[in-house]
């Protein structure tokens, strides 16, 4: 089944600890994004990777870092998680990145800091 | 700077009504795509439609029907009949084409929360 995964689905942490969302697709896809959902704020994106090693800012980009070593992988980092960064987050992948393909979304990953 | 405003915030109706969601959009481009995507309360983001700026035609898939005008930048939602099942939050998106190696990010708007009561 074509899907984009994320762990945890649910995480509570405290202001400072570092942790590790990861994200996954098995649709050999090139794009991939991570947005943020607040209420209110709809969705903005974090980052994005064109392809393996090709990264770079999306809109509120502060806080976070990424990764992209291999093709099907894309784990959003958080070094020092602050109260601000308490949201859903959502992982997307679509086959190019040229605004033209459907961007398929991982099902959020809830995150609370303390 | 591509925009997309959604002005109902909160739309309750009762089942069997029909609804329409709006949905208006600001782009300097003129190759750009439209997308409504449906947030259940379980919370994931499902695909509902992807419309091109070339393609001005209604969409209708079942219940669902989809209405595309570039002379208002508008790109409406109706659902026919609704059911429970409709309850959701919906968020309308624009991405403008980019060349190879440019972001086709997303711009979302701020959604709108549809509560079906039976």
Known sequence: EAQVTQNPRYLITVTGKKLTVTCSQNMNHEYMSWYRQDPGLGLRQIYYSMNVEVTDKGDVPEGYKVSRKEKRNFPLILESPSPNQTSLYFCASSLFGVGTDTQYFGPGTRLTVL | ?118
Do not use: H
Request: with cysteine; net charge negative; hydrophobic share 35%.
């Open chain 2, 1 to 118: 700077a591509q925009k997309v405003t959604q002005a109902q915030t909160e739309i309750s109706v009762v089942e069997k009504e029909d609804v329409t969601l709006d949905c208006v959009y600001e782009t300097r481009d003129t190759t750009y795509y439209l997308f409504w995507y449906k947030q259940p309360p379980s919370g994931e983001l499902v695909f509902l439609i992807r419309r091109n700026s070339f393609d001005e035609q209604n969409e209708i898939s079942g219940r669902y029907s989809w209405n595309f005008q570039k002379s208002t930048s508008s790109f409406n939602f109706t659902i026919t009949a609704s059911q429970v099942v409709d309850s959701a939050v919906y968020f309308c998106a624009l991405s403008e084409y980019a060349y190879t190696g440019a972001n086709s990010k997303l711009t979302f708007g701020k959604g709108i929360t549809l509560s079906v009561r039976p």
